[in-house]
């Protein structure tokens, strides 16, 4: 399997690159590996957030899967390092950032949040955060009171994050409840492997995976009812920008993959035991990449049919060589402890 995934992460890694040195490729690259970037960073991060609270379990939920959670979290720095090209492009991903914090026409207090200066500072600011969290949950047992800290801490920086790298791809646009719905949806990605994999001790996290599922959907359906209901016609140009083709589609097929694999497992908890539940979880992890496609593509329209194949080698390359990390620290981490 890492041999599989090492060359079809290389393949996929090399078609890319060369598709994105192409003439028209030169324009879309940097939203493609964006979106592959925050999904499989999503799934990092999902790991970290169920290390910390198994570290306030104090061991009490879930100790038989402490190794694959732990190898999952520590796959955490490939994303942030395949972040760093991103940089190189932040005024055409960002089109609302002021190149410094001098901002005419906005209160002085505002200024340096909507800076680059201030977000480059922001998210090395969380990045940092990010690893020490991670750093301390792996190699050690955080005292119950840190580990409460700790996620409260990641929580609230996940959001501010997926404010300034997702709501900030449409300037002018806000919405209280869609971060919290691009956590979910990147977060849930990270025990949806797990489960995927079969990992030990992670046969209870199928009822969590179908509830986050549906809390997902609902989140996104309480948006969208909050926008239409108050009859906010600023807040709408977010949904114009993925009512043409082929995003309608995109949506539907990622919603019903969700919403069937959620209430199929848990209407009938048979299906989150054995190979079953490899099946459920894979109609989650199919439904949260397509769901976070929507969430964050249409924000560069209008784009071509080389934008999405360049999005989907993206994410197969960075997400091989993420699996064969994931693979390999969870090998090893259980080979230390005699699992």
Not at 104 to 124: F, H, Q
Not at 137 to 151: E, F, K, M, T, Y
Not at 315 to 329: C, E, K, R, T
């Amino acid at each position: 399997m890492r041999v599989l995934l090492l060359i079809v992460g290389l393949a996929a890694g090399v078609a890319f690159v060369l598709l994105a040195a192409a003439e028209g490729g030169r324009a879309f690259w940097y939203q493609a590996w964006l979106v592959a970037v925050l999904f499989w960073l999503g799934t990092a991060l999902g790991g970290l957030m169920l290390l910390l609270t198994q570290q306030i379990a104090m061991g009490g939920w879930g100790p038989d899967a402490a190794a694959p959670v732990a190898a999952l979290t520590g796959t955490l720095p490939l994303p942030l390092l395949a972040f760093v090209p991103l940089g190189f492009a932040l005024s055409a991903l960002l089109p609302g950032l002021s190149p410094g914090p001098d901002v005419a026409g906005l209160a002085a207090e505002r200024a340096p949040w909507i800076s680059m200066p201030g977000l480059l500072a922001r998210t090395g600011v969380i990045f940092v955060l990010w690893l020490v969290l991670a750093s301390a949950g792996i190699w050690g047992r955080l005292p119950r009171p840190a580990a409460v800290l700790g996620l409260l801490l990641g929580s609230v920086s996940l959001v501010l994050f997926y404010v300034d790298w997702v709501l900030g791809l449409t300037p002018g646009w806000s919405a209280a409840i869609f971060p919290f719905a691009i956590a979910v949806a990147l977060g849930l990605s990270g025990p949806t492997v797990l489960v995927l994999r079969g990992s030990a001790g992670t046969h209870g996290l199928g009822p969590w995976l179908c509830g986050g599922a549906l809390f997902l959907l609902y989140l996104l359906f309480v948006q969208y009812l909050v926008i239409w209901s108050g009859n906010l016609p600023d807040q709408v140009t977010w949904y114009l920008a993925r009512q043409g083709a082929p995003w309608p589609d995109i949506a539907i097929t990622g919603f019903c993959l969700l919403g069937t694999a959620a209430v199929s497992g848990l209407v009938w908890p048979r299906l989150l035991a054995g190979a079953a539940a490899r099946l459920v979880a894979l109609a989650l992890l199919l439904g949260e990449i397509l769901v976070a496609v929507w969430m964050i593509l249409p924000a560069f329209a209008p784009l071509t049919p080389l934008a999405y194949g360049l999005t989907a080698l993206a994410l197969v390359s960075l997400g091989g060589l993420w699996g064969l990390l994931y693979l390999s620290l969870d090998g090893l981490r259980s080979a230390r402890e005699g699992v």
